[in-house]
């Protein structure tokens, strides 16, 4: 591996049900992308998963967020039990977002930081 790759990794971002059904042929994508993960795997890359989450009632969103203040009087089981649709394996993490950006409002950045990754590819 080279110097870049040792401080890489794939973040898979939400790859979760209720969101990849949304998309015109889902079983596709997660095809394309279960395939970059497993080539990631293959070349040692750590694969960080990331979902779009809440808790049951949502009660991160205000009513005033465009992005979900909508889904709040009926949440949808998909964002208040997110689940990735490719099973992380070994300690592969697993990072939950409450904003659209993964950056704000969830741990994405500590984690990171943590393990010294300065180059992402995202799927």
Same mark, same amino acid.
């Given at each position: 591996?080279?110097?870049?790759?040792?401080?890489?990794?794939?973040?898979?971002?939400?790859?979760?049900?209720?969101?990849?059904?949304?998309?015109?042929?889902?079983?596709?994508?997660?095809? /394309?992308?279960?395939?970059?993960?497993?080539?990631?795997?293959?070349?040692?890359?750590?694969?960080?998963?990331?979902?779009?989450?809440?808790?049951?009632?949502?009660?991160?969103?205000?009513? /005033?967020?465009?992005?979900?203040?909508?889904?709040?009087?009926?949440?949808?089981?998909?964002?208040?039990?997110?689940?990735?649709?490719?099973?992380?394996?070994?300690?592969?993490?697993?990072?939950?977002? /409450?904003?659209?950006?993964?950056?704000?409002?969830?741990?994405?950045?500590?984690?990171?930081?943590?393990?010294?990754?300065?180059?992402?590819?995202?799927?």
């Amino acid at each position: 591996m080279t110097r870049d790759a040792d401080h890489a990794a794939l973040l898979v971002m939400d790859v979760q049900p209720g969101i990849i059904e949304r998309m015109p042929d889902p079983a596709d994508y997660v095809a /394309r992308v279960t395939a970059a993960v497993k080539a990631a795997r293959a070349c040692r890359v750590p694969v960080i998963h990331v979902v779009v989450g809440f808790r049951p009632g949502m009660p991160e969103v205000s009513t /005033r967020n465009q992005s979900f203040g909508a889904l709040k009087p009926h949440a949808p089981p998909a964002l208040t039990d997110p689940r990735p649709a490719i099973a992380p394996e070994g300690a592969e993490v697993v990072v939950t977002k /409450r904003r659209v950006s993964a950056f704000a409002g969830s741990d994405l950045e500590v984690v990171l930081r943590g393990a010294e990754i300065d180059h992402m590819v995202l799927c």
